[in-house]
């Protein structure tokens, strides 16, 4: 069953072309060897490629050299055709310069191989073949009166590669008629923006499909087929650019399954979906295509956040829409140009070097990149990418200028007991400041606030302080104070009697202790700092020495004021003592103490 959707002899076509071409099919005598034949202007063995078909032998290669060749030739044999171009990848030659350009019909009725030609064909077809074909590193340009560039009927094997393929007009790129193994890859398919335009048209019973890492530029359908029947097919890794939204990447109305997984589908508006606007898959066989996960074009930065005001890179990669790696070359896409743009969510955080517009960049391995230096001034970025339309967005991070202190931190205020202190510090950017006290270097839990107070456990030791500073969208700076000492206050002691002032502050060690000769109330002058420690309750103990041992006796409690304190005692016995003033009265560890007085009396 043919496109035109009645049955046919499959050779009906090819002899109604070979029939127009007028050209003996006689098959010349068998030689030993394969043979070279030259096909140019002037100084080869030919000036017509048909006489060199004609005068060749199976397996025989002509060469057909730079120059234009008009005239339809057929190949009844199995042969191999090289142009100028041989080897070349005809997806890289953009003119016509040292081409081999034949603007005859290739009539194919035996296996042909054709490797670096041009077929330029005004009107249409460029080629029709009705026995195995080879193309590889061929331009193809063709369409008009009949509507495939390249038709091939009945063939066992049709092999496209490396190929640039070309309409003129409406029509099909390639038509696979009753194809049993077809491999197109690694080649471009285009069509005018106007017109209704197919890429790769299968009609008929097929065997094996596999049509990878091929790009479609304006076809309302890059795959449309009719006749798969029971064949297994691969429509994969292929860039596809739609001639409208409303156009179908694959369109089937086959029973059989096609994996149309990992094309990248472009359609000018959105990211593509498998119903409504944009369709990937069209056709009354459209759940029998599969085509998640497709490829889509993700943005993203080099460096995250991006440092202020030094070029780093930002870059699209073609990923699976599911977040997992394509399985598969990514040729397809090679050159593709990847547009980019990065814009500010608000105007202030973007001043002009921060702003990245519609700069375009071409795809190599599934990656393109293009430099990008971030703005003084921090903010989130939104990052843009577009492929053929298909448009993706992200935001990046970027990181302003650190602010510095211009005058480094340091401490205000007398470092002693109870008196408040202040960690200062000037920045030259306004941001949020926070602040850290250490105690001999060790951080102070909970004392974060930007002033402090020392406590009893700060007394003796060093404080310092860190400031650090952090405006929006910019990383962290800091500043640490030099270390000052907390002032050491004790209380003062001294052992009095009644009638006597200002004595025992020369004795009073355990080897020099002072001496009353007089037993009796005794009165003890104690001078706290009444500043630091005024309300604070203050303990005096008294202990006497009974043996070896200090039997402490009851400890009298002072409240300090703002004058010494005199304590009487009650009458003393004869005997040794030791005095020691301790404040605050508690039972913890950093009380100050006024250490030990020891005293005798004597009767």
């Known amino acids: 069953m043919g496109r035109w959707g009645v049955m046919r002899p499959t050779c009906v076509r ?4 070979l029939a127009s071409l007028a050209v003996p099919l006689g098959v010349a005598p068998a030689a030993s060897a394969a043979t070279t034949r030259t096909v140019c202007a002037t100084g080869c063995d030919f000036t ?13 290669v002509i060469e057909v050299r730079a120059g234009t060749y008009p005239a339809d030739f057929t ?54 073949a009705n026995d195995n074909v080879t193309l590889r590193n061929a331009r193809v340009r063709g369409s008009g009166d009949v509507v495939e560039a390249l038709a091939v009927v009945d063939p066992l094997t049709v092999i496209v590669d490396r190929s640039s393929i070309s309409l003129i007009a409406s029509g099909s790129a390639l038509l696979l008629d009753d194809v049993d193994t077809a491999t197109v890859t690694n080649s471009t398919f285009s069509a005018p923006t106007t017109g209704t335009n197919y890429g790769v048209e299968e009609v008929g019973a097929g065997g094996t499909f596999s049509i990878t890492t091929n790009s479609f530029s304006n076809f309302d359908r890059a795959l449309w087929t009719t006749g798969l029947f029971g064949a297994t097919a691969a429509f994969r890794l292929n860039h596809v650019v739609r001639q409208t939204t409303a156009s179908d990447g694959v ?10 997984t990992d094309n990248l589908w472009g359609c000018g508006t959105s990211v593509p979906t498998t119903t409504g606007t944009c369709d990937v898959v069209g056709g009354t066989s459209a759940a029998t295509v599969a085509t998640t996960p497709y490829l889509v074009v993700s943005p993203s930065s080099a460096v995250t956040p991006v440092p202020p005001s030094v070029a780093t890179a930002v870059s699209a990669s073609l990923t699976r829409q599911d977040g997992t790696a394509p399985g598969g070359s990514l040729v397809a896409f090679e050159g593709a140009n990847v547009t980019f743009a990065v814009t500010a969510t608000t105007a202030s955080t973007s001043p002009a070097q921060g702003t990245l517009s519609a700069t375009t960049a071409s795809m190599v391995n599934g990656v393109a990149s293009v430099p990008f230096t971030p703005p003084v001034e921090g903010g989130t970025l939104v990052l843009r990418t577009m492929l053929d339309g298909i448009k993706y967005t992200r ?32 920045w030259s950017r306004v941001g949020a400041v926070s602040t850290a006290w250490l105690r001999n ?4 839990a909970g004392a974060s ?8 456990a700060d007394i003796g030791t060093k404080l310092s302080c860190v400031a650090t500073s952090q405006p929006a969208n910019t990383d962290l700076a800091s500043s640490t104070s030099p270390a000052v000492k907390v002032l050491k206050r004790h209380v003062t002691l001294a052992i009095l009697q009644s009638s006597i002032t200002g004595v025992g502050l020369k004795c009073g060690t355990a080897r020099k202790p002072c001496v009353h000769k007089r037993t009796g109330p005794l009165y003890i002058k104690v001078q706290p700092h009444a500043t630091l420690f005024a309300g604070m309750k203050v303990q005096v103990v008294l202990e006497q020495k009974v043996g070896r041992r200090w039997i402490p006796r009851k400890p009298i409690l002072l409240t300090v004021g703002r004058k010494s304190l005199i304590v009487r005692t009650a009458a003393m016995p004869v005997g040794a003592y030791r005095i020691r003033v301790r404040l605050p009265v508690s039972k913890t560890d950093d009380a100050v103490s006024s250490g030990y007085r020891y005293l005798k009396l004597k009767a």
């Open 48 to 60: 017509v490629i048909q006489d060199a078909v004609t005068a060749s032998v199976a397996d025989d």
């Open 14 to 17: 090819l002899i109604c072309v």
């Open 395 to 426: 935001s990046i991070e970027t990181r302003g200028v650190v602010s510095v202190a211009t005058v480094p931190a340091h401490i205000l205020g007398t470092p002693r007991f109870r008196t408040q202190l202040s960690c200062a510090t000037t």
């Open 75 to 128: 190949v009844n044999k199995k042969l191999t055709i090289t142009g100028a171009k041989v080897g070349v990848d005809a997806r890289t030659r953009t003119t016509d310069d040292g081409e081999t350009i034949i603007t005859g019909l290739v009539g194919v009725g035996a296996p042909l191989e054709l490797d670096g030609v041009y077929l330029n064909r005004a009107s249409g077809q460029a080629l029709f």
């Open 449 to 456: 606030a930007a002033t402090y107070t020392p406590v009893l």
């Open 251 to 260: 369109y089937s109305t086959a029973a059989t399954a096609i994996d149309a």
């Open 441 to 444: 270097g060790v951080v102070i």
